[in-house]
């Protein structure tokens, strides 16, 4: 570096300690280093390859991972929380309604990345806690093997020809389940009748979304509800599915990413949370086969974009506020 350069920066170094200006001479800046924790509820292979684009941007990060269903990664979060020992760093898991929780218990660092431009208000949190980081809608996966006419809306499944056929996500364990539990049981022509009529048909309750596309693209079962890049990327790899967005509309999650507040490394946990938002993170989000959240990068083939998708919506105060309850009458509406 020559001396006018090294003027330059020092003056811009300046500027930054005192405010005026942004971050300067960042070819400057030593590439970070460390290791940190993420706790997600995404896919093995999908938060593989996640970490895998973000090393070739940080290739001296570490990046540990604990991977299971919303409802455990959170569980293991407030457990860690009341001990005073959280180990996550950044958390990515299905929905909105989970980080409003964490949020209102102050477990969640306040960062307002430069990458949320380009995405949607309805997408962030206003005091940025958290960030939406895709759309994933959730509608109906049938087998083209099983099923002649296949289903237009969610009420479709409620018919008598559909009894014996249909599995669906617990939202006692799954998130993206919990919060369609909560928007579609205050849809009108849905409601808790819908689940009513859903157990009269016998329907199948597993764990998580996996189950569910295994025992459709089996032939165990017929039709089921799912999220769409599931059904999209299966039928790419050959299964014999298509996905149905229903006429009701689709109940659509958004992923957030969030740091928690307990963080040591925070550096680390912001450079993640920007690789995610950022035009590059979303390109490997479509390239996983998911509707990105940030415009201007353009949805994978077979899923419609965020402008197209029909979304069920609610209030998140409400959906937060009720969803233990919820869980707790569909428990006994299915034990």
Known sequence: MNLKRIVVCALAA??????????ACAAETAPLKGR????????????????????????????????????????????????????????????SVTFESLKEDGMLLPYDSPETRGIPEEYLDKDRTYAGTKIISTGI???????KEPPVSFADLAKSEYKDA??????????????????????????????????AN?????????????????????????????????KRDGAPVEFVYPLEGSPAVTEPIGI??????????????????????????????YTPVKDGVEAPEGLKSVGEIKSMVYDIAVLKEAREAEKARFSAMFQ
């Open 260 to 289: 928690l507040k307990t963080t040591e490394v925070p550096e680390l946990a912001k450079a993640f949370v920007d690789f995610v938002l950022s035009a590059e993170g979303q390109k490997v989000a479509a390239e996983m086969g």
């Open 202 to 234: 016998n329907v199948r309750v597993e764990k998580g979304n996996g189950a569910i596309l295994t025992a459709v693209v089996a032939g165990e079962k017929a039709c089921g509800l799912v999220v769409d890049f599931m059904t999209v990327r299966s």
């Open 14 to 23: 300046a500027l930054v300690a005192s405010g005026v200006f942004g971050p």
């Open 141 to 147: 996966i049938y087998n083209t093997g099983k099923v």
């Open 166 to 199: 249909i599995i669906m996500p617990s939202p006692l364990y799954s998130g993206a389940a919990a919060y369609n539990l909560g928007v579609m049981t205050r849809t009108e022509g849905l409601g808790w009748e819908f689940y009513e009529a859903l157990k």
């Open 36 to 95: 940190m924790t993420l706790y997600t509820s995404q896919p093995e292979r999908d938060v593989t390859k996640l970490i895998a684009a973000f090393n070739e941007r940080h290739p001296d990060v570490a990046v540990d991972v604990f991977r299971s269903g919303t409802e455990e990664v959170v569980s293991k979060v407030r457990a860690e929380h009341k001990v005073r020992s959280v180990l996550a760093d950044v958390l990515l898991v299905a929905d």
